[in-house]
């Protein structure tokens, strides 16, 4: 049978769907530019939930920083070309409001960013450092901070998440967090995960046999911290429904990833956003783009056959190596869909340093495109590739956005700049 190709006309073409190319749809979309997007979303799940702006900077003792504006003015003067160095802070604080805001409409309530970093449990029992989190966490830093008599629970069977290994970690820092193990109802088998209890937990009654489970080992625990299952979707319902019926305030702490928060996102991407008017070409990869001079063609296939996108603009939020925005070759680091240049060590020998946990990092994790200040890649003689082509995410080069503790700030911040600069494109000021 013959499959006939479908072409979409669109004003952005978003290519990319970890978290850069969801905050530039969102951005998109709330100025009522039409878009169509691809990717893959798979990266989303492996995220914590947590929105990290600046939690580290080079030189630091490993304790973090506490203020991330302050860090960032330290940033413009030691990293210039840093991509959050090259944005006004009051942009940084605006991308955040913004994209914060929109998924709180959608039913995922963030905590609105404040100036300071917050303390936040991982699933190790260490800190991190981040900007925000979300609403179904938010007691867990607020306990933490006052050192609370807090339990912590998790559940027989359940892999990557220690109540013991929290709370051997932190009690030195936290005396009065405890641990306790649970058989999660009606669920026999040997190892469950995350996802399973969560969606587990949308159902009223099994919300009303865990309370009761919980209730048993509580003693004189003010607060109760469990791992991240307070449901896929409305997970703020999920709460606080939960917490009534166990009469103290509770919280999520994320589990290794795959991560139900990461979940969350994904599926409120797929989901939510197509209802808003995203046009979502999901799972696929970009096999092809033709740089016209008034038009960018985007050509990929699914399981109906050809797909051609012809687009005034486009975003590229295709990431680094894990979602193959990057590639790298015995001979160099390539970005292979538009064969831009990647600023990279000189030679692979200059990839990585002799010790993995060497605290300066590595220089592999620097590499990137470079961009103008309108967030357009440029080639290698420095200019503009084409007018309607921008770069977001942690494609762009001069970060180590792992060690810097920032990839959400990087993300939605050029997201924003980008989308900023699509809009400009797109409508330009009358002569």
Not at 82 to 105: G, N, Q
Not at 259 to 266: A, D, N
Request: charged residues 20%; neutral net charge.
């Amino acid at each position: 049978m013959k499959q006939h190709a479908r072409t979409i006309d669109t004003d952005l073409a978003i290519i990319g769907s970890g978290l850069a190319g969801v905050a530039a749809s969102i951005f998109s979309l709330r100025r009522n530019i039409t878009t169509a997007q691809t990717g893959n979303t798979g990266a989303l799940a492996y995220t914590t939930g947590y929105l990290d702006l600046l939690g580290s900077l080079k030189g630091d003792t490993g304790t973090g920083i506490s203020d991330p504006w302050r860090g960032l003015r330290r940033l413009r003067e030691t990293e210039p070309f840093h991509p959050l160095a090259r944005i006004a802070e009051d942009d940084i604080r605006a991308s955040f409001v913004e994209f914060i805001t929109y998924l709180s409409e959608c039913g995922i309530t963030y905590g609105q960013p404040g100036d300071k970093n917050l303390d936040a449990l991982t699933p190790a029992g260490t800190l991190k450092k981040t900007l925000s989190v979300p609403a179904t966490m938010q007691a867990g830093v607020d306990a933490f901070a006052r050192k609370a008599q807090c339990t912590v629970i998790d559940f027989k069977g359940l892999k990557g998440f220690s109540s013991r290994q929290i709370v051997a970690n932190l009690k030195t820092d936290w005396p009065q967090l405890r641990s306790e193990r649970i058989t999660f109802p009606d669920i026999e088998q040997g190892e469950i995960y995350p996802e399973v209890l969560a969606r587990a937990l949308e159902v009223p009654a099994n919300r009303a046999k865990l309370a009761d489970a919980v209730k048993v080992v509580l003693a004189e625990a003010e607060v109760v911290g469990m791992p991240a299952i307070f449901g896929i979707h409305e997970p703020d319902k999920v709460m606080a429904d939960l917490q009534d019926r166990i009469g103290r305030p509770i919280f999520e702490i994320p589990t290794m990833p795959p991560s139900v928060p990461g979940i969350r996102l994904r599926e409120l991407f797929e989901q939510v956003l197509p209802q808003k008017g995203l046009t979502l070409i999901p799972q696929q990869k970009v096999l092809s783009v033709d740089l016209q001079p008034k038009m960018i063609q985007l050509d990929l296939k699914d399981n109906y056959g050809p797909i051609h996108i012809n687009s005034r603009a486009v975003i590229l939020a295709s990431g680094r190596f894990i979602s193959g925005g990057l590639e790298a070759h015995m001979d160099g680091i390539i970005e292979p869909l538009l064969g831009l240049p990647v600023t990279q060590p000189a030679s692979r020998e200059l990839w990585y340093r002799q010790q993995y946990m060497d605290k300066r990092g590595h220089g592999i994790h620097r590499t990137g495109i470079e961009v103008d200040e309108q967030f357009r890649p440029l080639d290698r003689e420095g200019k503009v590739v084409h007018h309607g082509l921008f770069g977001a995410g942690i494609l762009l080069g001069h970060q180590d956005w792992i060690r810097g503790r920032c990839g959400a700030g990087i993300a939605i911040a050029t997201a924003y700049k980008a989308v900023q600069a699509v809009l400009s494109f797109l409508q330009p000021p009358p002569a």
